[in-house]
T-cell receptor
């Protein structure tokens, strides 16, 4: 079974803090994704990566950056957390095949006070 | 860009059949996915359609009409555990193969 894990299920941070969200997959997938999920807005793509050290902006990259130094790990970074970044963050991974599904991690519920 | 519409909520009775519709307007199309998401959990894959027609998988079926920009998910013999949010997602035609998600349909199954 594909396994995607995220470093925390719940996280509380203060405005202005630097926040790291970690995602690890164990299936040697090439593609990895970071989404946020908000009520009424659905899942929105923040960044994705199709290879080590490669990254592309998604639909809402402002206020975020990412790092992919190893194939299995994809990190989302909030340089200076703000209250409007309070959300559920979901990581996903997928093979390079265009017909394959994405496999999601359990999510991190981030609250910024 | 992509625009995906789904009903916000639906209610159905245990044992019945329910159809969840999804319409999309996209600048490119390279397939449509349906996911199930229980409250507090990650989305899980249900089905994938890239050609017109019906794909059946046990109690769940998914239909696609590319000319109409329309898909539906059909759930038969509903069970209480089917109460969840159902997400429609369209893959764009670009090289990045990004998915754009609808806002989801919250299905409540009642006795």
């Amino acid at each position: 079974d594909v396994k995607v894990t995220q470093s925390s299920r719940y996280l509380v941070k203060r405005t202005g803090e630097k926040v790291f969200l970690e995602c690890v997959q164990d299936m040697d997938h090439e593609n990895m994704f970071w989404y946020r999920q908000d009520p009424g807005l659905g899942l929105r793509l923040i960044y994705f990566s199709y290879d080590v050290k490669m990254k592309e902006k998604g639909d809402i990259p402002e206020g975020y950056s990412v790092s992919r130094e190893k194939k299995e790990r994809f990190s989302l970074i909030l340089e200076s957390a703000s209250t409007n970044q309070t959300s559920m963050y979901l990581c996903a991974s997928r093979t390079a095949s265009s017909t394959d599904t994405q496999y999601f991690g359990p999510g991190t519920r981030l609250t910024v006070l | 860009g992509q625009n995906i519409d789904q009903p916000t909520e639906m209610t159905a009775t245990e044992g019945a059949i329910v159809q969840i519709n999804c319409t999309y307007q996209t600048s490119g199309f390279n397939g449509l996915f349906w996911y199930q998401q229980h409250a507090g959990e990650a989305p899980t894959f249900l089905s994938y359609n890239v050609l017109d027609g019906l794909e059946e998988k046990g109690r769940f079926s998914s239909f696609l009409s590319r000319s109409k920009g329309y898909s539906y998910l059909l759930l038969k013999e509903l069970q209480m555990k089917d109460s969840a949010s159902y997400l429609c997602a369209v893959r764009d035609g670009g090289g990045g193969n990004k998915l754009t998600f609808g806002t989801g349909t919250q299905l409540k199954v009642e006795l």
